[in-house]
Structure formats: C-alpha cells, structure tokens
C-alpha cells in the first residue's frame, strides 16, 4: 500500500503524544518508512528468522525524543501472497537500543515448506505495510535434492550489485550463503573503491569506526535495490569475514586499526551489534554474539557448519617465513569452535547425513609459487590447524566433506589434503588422496586485483599456479560472480556464474565453469 509524504506526516503528528513513533538513520533515504526492505534468514525446519527497520520522514524525528521513541510493528507469515491464510504472527517493539531494526524469530511452521511474509504499522489511520518477502524453511526429514547459491565480497564503491539480482532471479533456491564481506569498512576517500563510480558513495563518509558508524553503513547497503531484491526473494545463511570489522581482523586487532580508533574491544564490540542489528541472522542461545559460528540440517541429505575463520579464535597472521606459522600450537578457529565442529561431524555420520558442508571465509587449500605459500591470511598461515582439521575427517572417514570459501574475489576449485605436493600422498593424475574438496566463489563486486587493465594478466597468473599446484582444478581471477551448488544423494554439482560487468547496471550472466562431486569420492571431476 502507498502513502503520501503528506499524509504521514500528518498521521504521525496526530498519534505523536501515543508510544508510536518514528524514526531516521544517519543516510538520507527516502519516504518509505521500510526503505531498507525485508530479510529472512537462518532458516530451520520449524522456524526463520524475519528482518526490517523503520525509517521516518525527517520532519518527525525533529519533533519527538528519539531516545524514548518506540515503534510496534505487526509481522505475519502465510502460505498465499494474498495472506488469507496466515500460518504465524505477532508483534515486536523496537527502539534507538536497536537501531528501530526489527527481528524476530517466526516459529510453529512447516518443514520444507515456501511462505510469504510482511510488517504492518497498523496504530495509524491506514496501516503502512512492507513489501512482501519470500522465504522457505528447511526440511527435516527425507528430501531428494537441495540448491544454494553462494556469494561473499560486495563492496559498494566497487560497482553494481548485479550479482545479486542474479541469484534474485533463481527461483527454486533453498538458501543463499553469504560467506563474508557483505560490506565493507573504507570511506569515500579510502583509494580502496572505483574512482568512476562516483555516485556509489556510502555512508559515512568516513572509515567506520564506532556503533553509529557501523549502523549507519549498514543502513547505506541496504538501500541497494538488488540487495533488497535478494533478501525479499530468498533467506540468507551469512557468517562474517573481516571487513565487516575492518581488514584483516584477528582475534585481538586487525591490521586496519590503530590506536587512534580507540580500543579494538569496542570496535569488534559495536561491529557485532550493528551486525546482529541489521543482519537477518539467529541470537546465539548461549547469549556470547561473538560465536557466531552455527549449523543448519537439510533432512538426511546435508548438514551446513558455518564457521568463523576471522573473529573468534584467530591467532594473529604472520608473515611466510615466521616461524611461528608453523607452530604445532597456532589455531585460526580456536579450540572450542574447533571441537564443536569435530562433534558436528561425528553426529551427522551417526545420523546418516550424505554431505558435510562447511561454510567458511578464507581458502582452504595450498597455494605455492615457487615452492612458498602466498596468502598467510588464509589456512596457509594456519597449517597446523588444517592438517588437525583433515586428520580428524581422514581418521573418522567423514564422507564428502565440501568446504565452501569465498574472500579471495576470484573463482576456485580443488581437491584437498594434507600434502598435495607428495606423490605418495595425492596422485596428481588420478587425483585420488584427498579427503574433501573446496568451491570458492567470486565476489560480488570486488576485484581480484584493484587496477583496471591487468584483468586479463592477473588470469594468466592464475593459470601459471595450477602446474605447481596439481590439486587446484581450476582458477578464475578475473571475473566477479556467485556459484550454485545442486545436491542429491549421488553428486554434488557446483556451477560458476559469472557477471561480465559491474560497473553499471545490467542483466548479463554466463555458466562458467562445472565440476561434480560423486557422493564418497572426495574429489572433483
């Protein structure tokens, strides 16, 4: 339904002396008070998290106390667009302590099941109602086949979010993993953004540093289009990676901040909130928002561990030839998540569960030129921590282990073990002696090497790693993308997607490249 500037203005001075009003965020949006759209996520057999936020005209917030402000907002879920017949409802009040986001956690539905869902501002004269957002819960029990799409990196500055509006597009999606990166810290001055798009500012201006600057990001995201047409289309899976605190983030600090920032503890802190905030994303239920770390059943044909590699446990990257890169000791997930992974797997062996997926941010596999890592931010830095990681799946013969990865804003494929350079260990031929294998995604908008003109030598680069690295199947550096993955109980098919152009609207997409996994192989063919 549509109503005028005017109209609510003047409906909202009228009820002003009620608890109803509302509210603005720092960017400057538009008269819509659910400008930023609607979001499902997390979903479960039973239950998926639902998301908006409120946003008020200007001329209201001048007028009323935003501190003691407070918005009740009506949610419904249901079967049928038309919503005759609503399946679950309720309200939720929400504040300036939460940005006027709302969340809530919609239980009592069906397993498997497609619902439509929407909010309602019903205290004034005509009710102000969302756009209407589809969704799905997971299945429980038997199912023959699930499809996910998958995305990490889309920075704002760096282009259009046509990627997005691709995976929009898909209509028989289960989810949407989002593996990290969905925005990013830099300001407009920062050199790291695209100086031709220059009306693909963010807000703040600045770096973001404290809470408002955080939210106030998010908030600037979340008034893409294609974004909003992703979230209202489909429920989203994410995890974070760095940028959502700022580059190169580690369990104590990251590279990207100095003491001129304040502490890192309140930083990652208002990091965290305006995360959970804005994000579609499920409350811990041992109440620590820093473990963000989560699992997701689809029936007995998959389980989805989705990790924190960034923020958790990650002890600090060092460089190639430290020492301490290879102490026995060094841990980039920490040793409880560690553990809870390990108990995941084991019991969804128990459970008869065909495929073990795990959702994680940096990649997994070697990378050497001439005969040295080249990347310590990702597992390379950590090599104690992936072979204890892949002794435990070798040791327990955990079944078609696939890691999905995105960060790296290129396209990936390998088989994975611990040494892929002993002949004894992987034959490079047959590609037999790996244990799992690793998809990677592309980025949304991100590039893979941010100057213009060296698309095509960085994909040559690409391709002068795979001799020295006979269990990398395959490498794109130079296109942005998202990857499909079709999962029934024989194979596991991962599609690359690719969009030729980000640096202004359109609708081109192209297959890319394919591989399958045959279910108890470990391997890419």
């Keep these: 339904m549509n109503i005028s500037r005017r109209q609510f203005v003047k409906n909202s001075m009228i009820i002003s002396s009620l608890p109803l009003s509302l509210s603005l965020s720092g960017c400057t949006f538009s008269e819509n008070p659910f400008s930023h759209g609607v979001a499902s996520g997390d979903p479960l057999s039973n239950s998926v998290i639902l998301w908006t936020r409120i946003t008020i005209p200007k001329e209201v917030k001048e007028r009323v106390d935003i501190d003691t402000l407070t918005v009740k907002v009506i949610w419904q879920v249901a079967t049928e667009s038309s919503f005759s017949n609503i399946v679950s409802s309720g309200h939720v009040i929400t504040s300036q302590a939460q940005d006027f986001t709302v969340k809530v956690d919609a239980k009592g539905l069906q397993e498997n099941t497609r619902y439509v869902y929407r909010f309602i501002i019903d205290e004034l004269d005509e009710p102000l109602i969302s756009p209407t957002g589809k969704t799905k819960t997971l299945p429980e029990y038997d199912v023959n086949n699930i499809k996910l799409a998958m995305a990490s990196c889309s920075h704002f500055s760096y282009g259009y979010f046509n990627v997005y509006a691709r995976i929009a597009e898909i209509v028989d999606l289960d989810a949407v993993l989002h593996l990290g990166d969905y925005l990013y810290e830099y300001g407009n001055k920062d050199i790291y953004r695209n100086p031709f798009l220059w009306n693909r500012k963010v807000t703040p201006n600045h770096e973001m540093v404290t809470l408002s600057d955080y939210r106030q990001r998010h908030a600037c995201y979340k008034t893409d ?42 930083r990652s802190r208002a990091a965290i909130q305006a995360y959970y905030e804005w994000m579609p994303i499920r409350e811990p239920q041992h109440t620590n928002r820093e473990k963000a770390y989560r699992r997701f059943r689809f029936g007995n044909l998959a389980e989805l561990n989705m990790l924190d590699t960034r923020f958790i446990g990650r002890d600090q990257q060092v460089d190639v030839k430290d020492p301490a890169r290879l102490d026995e000791q060094r841990t980039l997930l920490g040793y409880e998540q560690e ?14 569960v065909t495929w073990q997926l795990i959702g994680q941010q940096v990649q997994m596999m070697q990378i050497q030129m001439l005969g040295k890592p080249i990347n310590t931010d990702s597992w390379d830095g950590y090599p104690a921590a992936r072979n204890r990681l892949l002794d435990f799946i070798e040791h327990n013969h955990i079944n078609n282990a696939v890691i999905l990865t995105g960060d790296v804003h290129s396209s990936w494929a390998a088989n994975i073990c611990k040494d892929p350079y002993d ?22 908008t991100s590039p893979s090497i941010p100057v213009p003109g060296l698309q095509q030598l960085v994909g040559d680069v ?41 640096g202004f609207k359109n609708d081109q997409v192209h297959v890319g490249k394919r591989f399958t996994v045959h279910s108890g192989k470990s391997k890419l063919c």
């Excluded at 553990?339 to 008869?352: T, V």
């Excluded at 002949?423 to 949304?444: C, L, M, P």
């Excluded at 990398?472 to 993308?481: H, S, T």
Aim: net charge negative; glycine share 6%; hydrophobic share 35%.
């Design 225 to 266: 289009t294609d974004l909003q047409k992703l979230h209202q289309t489909h429920p989203m899976i994410c995890i974070w990676d760095d940028h959502e605190f700022t580059n190169d983030t580690w369990r104590e600090g990251a590279k990207n901040h100095n003491d001129g920032e304040g502490t890192w503890q309140a």
């Design 462 to 502: 690409g391709k002068i790693l795979m001799p020295e690295n006979p269990h990398i199947r395959y490498v794109d550096l130079a296109n942005r993308g998202f990857v499909t993955l079709e999962i029934n109980e024989e194979r596991l098919q991962a599609n690359w997607h690719h969009v030729p152009f980000v």
């Design 339 to 352: 553990q809870w992974l390990q108990d995941n797997l084991l019991d969804a062996k128990r459970n008869g």
């Design 423 to 444: 002949w004894q260990k992987y034959n490079r031929f047959t590609h037999d002696g790996a244990v799992a294998v690793e998809i990677v995604t592309s980025s949304v």
